[in-house]
């Protein structure tokens, strides 16, 4: 058994017209976040660090935006099948830690559900994911409500 450390980073600009997913979970807010897939850039992030872990390369290998049939999919829909190619390496999530840059809305009110989620599609307890929200106090395209960062980082058990 070996232990592997994975580190995903997604950013996605706001849109207007869209819906705003975040970790899986619908958040009322008047704008969405662009992308060919739902543009959830904390499953986004999940998804490279766990790929990363295994070596298995990126999303944009697997869920190209030229693929049509991916446009507008939730990202929990596109998880769950980098989940299976985890366990089929052989691989388990021992935790995850992650941390989502944005300035607004506030996501304190929607950590439990979006941790709900990850738990539930990983298959692991609450206590082995760690959901953080910072702002960028103004600075940055983040700072100037441009669009959002989401950084991630897995552990993963593999078996030999």
């Known amino acids: 058994m070996e232990l592997r450390v994975g580190i995903g980073i997604d950013i996605h600009p706001w849109e207007r017209g869209r819906d705003f997913y975040l970790g899986g979970v619908k958040i009322p807010y008047p704008l969405g976040l662009a992308g060919h897939s739902d543009g959830d850039v904390l ?5 490279d660090a766990l790929l990363g872990s295994l070596g298995l390369g990126d999303i944009g290998e697997y869920f190209p935006p030229s693929k049509e049939e991916l446009r507008g999919i939730s990202s929990v829909k596109l998880l769950r099948e980098v989940m299976q190619k985890v366990r089929e390496s052989k691989g388990e999530v021992v935790n995850v830690d992650a941390v989502v840059m944005m300035e607004e809305p506030m996501l304190l009110d929607y950590k439990r559900s979006i941790k709900e989620v990850l738990c ?5 307890s609450s206590s082995r994911v760690n959901i953080k ?5 103004g600075l940055g395209f983040v700072g100037r409500k441009e669009g959002v960062v989401s950084v991630v980082t897995v552990m993963v058990r593999k078996d030999d």
Do not use: P
């Open 133 to 137: 929200a910072t702002t960028c106090e």
């Open 120 to 124: 539930r599609e990983l298959g692991i």
């Open 43 to 47: 499953i986004h992030a999940l998804m």
